[in-house]
């Protein structure tokens, strides 16, 4: 059984910085693919970046890019989201997700669990204050 467990998130000016953790088990993580998503109230699930299992490719969301990194330690089979210049329209609740199918499919469109990831977080809230 796949499990993630999140931590991170929180409450922060805008400009600020946090970093979201995802502790997973139960799948061969260097294996897959691995994501995060976020959801707003009110507004569907965005895909908002993933990372590759061949060589740690990247991949971003337009609305991310350059603010936003990806990153994963094999050793201790975690995943990271290292979030700066952070904007109050980032306020989210964000999910880490795993394994992902694909990552180009997993940030076009509404991410979809069985098609484009099979297990997700419990969530983690991170607010921007203006």
């Known amino acids: 059984e796949v499990q993630l467990v999140e931590s991170g998130g929180g409450l922060v000016q805008a400009g600020g910085s946090l970093r979201l953790s995802c502790a997973a088990s139960g799948f061969t993580f260097d294996d897959y693919p691995k994501g995060w998503f976020r959801q707003a109230p009110g507004k569907e699930r965005e895909g908002v970046s993933c990372?590759?299992?061949?060589?740690?490719?990247?991949y971003y969301a337009d609305s991310v890019k350059g603010r936003f990194t990806i990153s994963s330690d094999n050793a201790k089979n975690t995943f990271y989201l290292q979030m700066n210049s952070l904007k109050p329209e980032d306020t989210a609740v964000y999910y880490c997700a795993a394994p992902v199918s694909d990552c180009a499919n997993f940030l076009i469109g509404v991410p979809n669990v069985g098609a484009d990831f099979r297990s997700w977080g419990q969530g983690t809230q991170v607010t921007v204050s203006s």
């Open positions: 990372i590759g299992n061949v060589d740690d490719r990247t």
